[in-house]
């Protein structure tokens, strides 16, 4: 009798050490938040609303990972059609659609009191709202589509385009209007608010990769009770 | 010697697609009346102001034309669906790029019509004059309806062969367009209500930019996309 795995091109995943590795990735970055409020000084001019700085900036920057993951994944799917790339490229999309969206309200609640309004129609907010949108479609579309091969090659292009646009959105609404200040890197800024943001961009960085990795066991689990279930019904233990 | 008979096949197709039209009649006159409606709606929007009207009139036929040709980008694909013709189009021998390349052209040519009426509206409700610049103006409406109609007629076979495909297509289209729609707007504006020049230059520039890339990209993506 072959075991019921043997009717999946792949098994479901394992997920014991990942599971300590989510642990250790909230401790670290709660202890991440801690050192940098209490090491950081109040801005002279933002004062302790610096603080949600540490959370908005590095949730920026891997946000751009993921999309990056997002086009790598799809490209390799396109190119070696194995399933598990496409639940890769779709759970680096919810993780990157997520940490966007929580770039754009922790972005509001800052700009509100330091520029006086929520939202200001600059390149870097706008391109970051579009790409957003262009992420949410893509989502959008994964879920509308129930066949999963079809489902995986669309979402790849879709995928792929949205991350290759990113650079003309942002080069378009930047000549349109601009008014955001210079990004943020470690060397612009004062030591002790550079060591926190790179200690909170690795701790965003990492719950990101635990998150990434969840949804993608998540998906995994979902395709291989498919694969069973289809081998099943049609009757007999056929590879496939 | 094989590109020529693509672009025979490619030919075919368009000429399929725009017969159909043609012959129906109802979906052309349709969506123009919806562009003209949208216009109108947009005067009452922005209106009864002259100077603001104006100053609005380039976004208003921009976005006028992608909202009714939208439509027309799920219609390519839903009349071969409907009867059942989309497999057997994909069984004929040649490169499944000749058929994109023939609802490219067919698009193209349904969306220059479209943005010919709401440009004529627009001249009329907006009291916008003709600039003497038109050659220019022309040529950014060309490459404006490039750019809707690439992107359009590929996420289109996407989103009408899933469900939902009314709220798909836009989802899916609209924020990929922000590039083509700013600059279209931008380099209508400069020419239509003045402005500097050379500011229709880059984003002209920007224009053709966008094009190309994605004409490259759906080309070389359309095999994936359809075959699934």
Request: glycine share 6%.
């Amino acid at each position: 009798m072959t075991s019921a795995v043997a009717n999946s091109p792949f098994e479901a995943p394992k997920s014991g050490r990942w599971l300590l590795f989510g642990w250790l990735a909230f401790a670290y970055l709660i202890a991440a938040q801690a050192i940098s409020i209490a090491i950081s000084p109040p801005d002279r001019d933002m004062g302790d609303l610096q603080k949600i700085l540490y959370i908005h900036v590095p949730a920026a920057w891997n946000m751009g990972i993921c999309y990056f993951l997002v086009a790598i994944y799809s490209m390799r799917y396109l190119w070696k059609r194995d399933e598990r790339d496409d639940l890769k490229a779709a759970a680096a999309a919810e993780v990157g659609t997520l940490l966007n969206g929580l770039t754009l309200v922790l972005g509001m609640i800052w700009g509100r009191p330091t520029w006086g309004v929520w939202w200001a129609w600059d390149a870097r907010l706008t391109s970051t709202l579009v790409m957003f949108l262009i992420f949410a479609g893509y989502l959008a579309l994964r879920a509308f589509v129930d066949e999963p091969e079809r489902r995986a090659q669309w979402s790849a292009a879709a995928g792929l385009f949205g991350a290759i646009n990113y650079p003309i959105v942002y080069m378009s609404v930047r000549w349109w209007r601009t008014l955001h200040q210079v990004q943020s890197t470690p060397d612009t800024l004062d030591p002790s608010y550079a060591l926190s943001l790179r200690l909170n961009a690795f701790a965003i960085l990492f719950i990101a990769i635990f998150f990434i990795r969840r949804r993608y066991e998540a998906a995994l689990t979902e395709r291989v009770a498919e694969h069973e279930l289809q081998a099943a019904v049609l009757g007999g233990s056929s590879r496939g | 010697m094989a590109l020529r008979d693509e672009w025979h096949r490619a030919r075919a197709v368009a000429w399929k697609d725009l017969t159909a039209e043609r012959r129906s009649k109802a979906g052309f006159n349709a969506v123009a009346a919806l562009a003209v409606t949208i216009l109108v709606l947009f005067g009452f929007a922005l209106g009864p102001d002259s100077e603001a009207i104006r100053a609005a009139a380039p976004g208003a036929l921009w976005l006028a034309a992608l909202f009714a040709g939208v439509l027309a980008f799920n219609r390519s694909y839903q009349m071969e669906l409907d009867g059942g013709a989309l497999e057997p189009l994909l069984m004929y021998p040649g490169a499944r790029r000749a058929l994109f390349a023939g609802k490219l052209m067919a698009n193209f040519v349904f969306v220059l019509l479209l943005l010919v009426i709401v440009i004529a509206t627009s001249l009329v409700l907006f009291q916008v004059a003709v600039p003497p610049t038109w050659p220019a103006l022309l040529i950014v409406v060309l490459l404006g309806a490039v750019g809707l109609v690439t992107l359009g007629t590929f996420y289109a076979a996407m989103a009408s062969r899933s469900r939902a495909r009314e709220v798909l297509l836009p989802l899916l289209l609209f924020p990929m367009l922000v590039p083509v729609l700013l600059a279209a707007i931008q380099a209508t504006k400069a020419l239509l209500v003045g402005g500097a020049m050379n500011d229709a230059g880059a984003w002209t520039s920007l224009l053709v930019a966008y094009d190309v890339i994605f004409l490259i990209l759906t080309f070389l993506a359309f095999d994936y996309v359809i075959e699934a």
